[in-house]
């Protein structure tokens, strides 16, 4: 007897910023660790969804295919051809340039289907009806900002029409870009997941907050001068950290080097400024930390 997948109910989007050469797909699905299932992507190649009875080897498979130079619509035919589930999966494809091709198979559990945009392609199984996957299309394409922010916006957005009609478990965001991962040593500019929470998008917004915060680099012009007030504060913070700092209110080495001890010692490392000056990010987590101490 042939052993049955399991099915990977779930609503996921696609998207490229032809700006910034970005490939992203967003995922959200009542199944534990749908991160490590459905996103597929590869830089200056395209990305993959695949969902409903996944197949996983339709994501390695897919972006082969395109990239011997298949269309979207090409790599769909040729994954389902000799597929004998084919009427049970859902898949989605978008190339190097943005374009895009996708398939729900008519047994799929309903409500079933996909959605084409600009630059996007959202689909999404057993869901409570099609406002999701209209809803996934809308906020990518009227939100601002990276495509890592459109990305968890068209998720929210998409619960907030209804969603996975079984409930909520995991949630994943996956973004590649040439050079683009930690040191510029891999694609993966944004790889987050949360495997099993109630709250799989909020959850997943709070980390890619903290990507922001650890990885990303200051805005120089809100930089914040270290003088005065904010050094008093700083000292009882830094020692609220468990760091042994002077007890005078001045910037100097002492306290340089204590406040670098905090900063690589929190993975601050990108947020550092050699001159007597602190981000206001760092400070405010300082500050976070502090209470919750």
């Known amino acids: ?59 390695p498979d897919g972006l082969a295919l395109l990239e011997e130079g298949a269309t979207p619509e090409e790599v769909v035919e040729a994954l389902i051809a000799d597929d004998p589930d084919k009427h049970l999966r859902q898949f989605a494809v978008m190339d190097k340039k943005g374009r895009t091709a996708a398939y729900t198979g008519k047994d799929c559990y309903d409500w079933a289907g996909h959605q084409t945009g600009s630059f996007c ?37 998409g619960q907030q029409a209804g969603g996975d009609s079984r409930g909520k478990q995991s949630a994943a965001l996956f973004v590649v870009k040439d050079k683009g991962g930690y040191g510029g040593y891999n694609d993966r500019v944004y790889d987050l997941r949360v495997d099993d929470h109630p709250e799989p998008i909020e959850e997943l917004r709070r980390l890619y907050d903290l990507h922001q915060l650890y990885f990303s680099r200051p805005n120089q012009s809100k930089m914040l001068k270290l003088e005065g007030e904010i050094v008093d504060e700083l000292a009882s913070l830094l020692r609220d950290a468990g760091i042994k700092t002077p007890a005078s209110g001045v910037y100097d080495e002492a306290m340089k080097d204590a406040l670098k001890t905090y900063y690589m010692r929190e993975n601050f490392e990108e947020r550092w400024s050699e001159d007597a000056l602190i981000d206001p990010n760092v400070l405010d987590y300082m500050r976070k930390q502090a209470t919750q101490s």
């Open 121 to 157: 392609t959202a689909q999404g199984n057993i869901l409570v009806s099609e406002k999701t996957i209209a809803s996934l299309v809308r906020a990518f394409e009227t939100t601002d900002g990276p495509l890592a922010e459109r990305l968890i916006k068209a998720l929210e957005d």
């Open 1 to 59: 007897m042939k052993k049955k997948q399991p099915k990977v109910a779930t609503f996921s989007i696609i998207g490229f910023d032809p700006e910034t050469r970005e490939w992203g797909i967003a995922v959200q699905s009542k199944f534990l660790g749908v991160g490590a299932v459905v996103p597929w992507a590869k830089a200056e190649t395209g990305a993959i969804a695949t969902q409903s009875f996944a197949n996983t080897a339709f994501g």
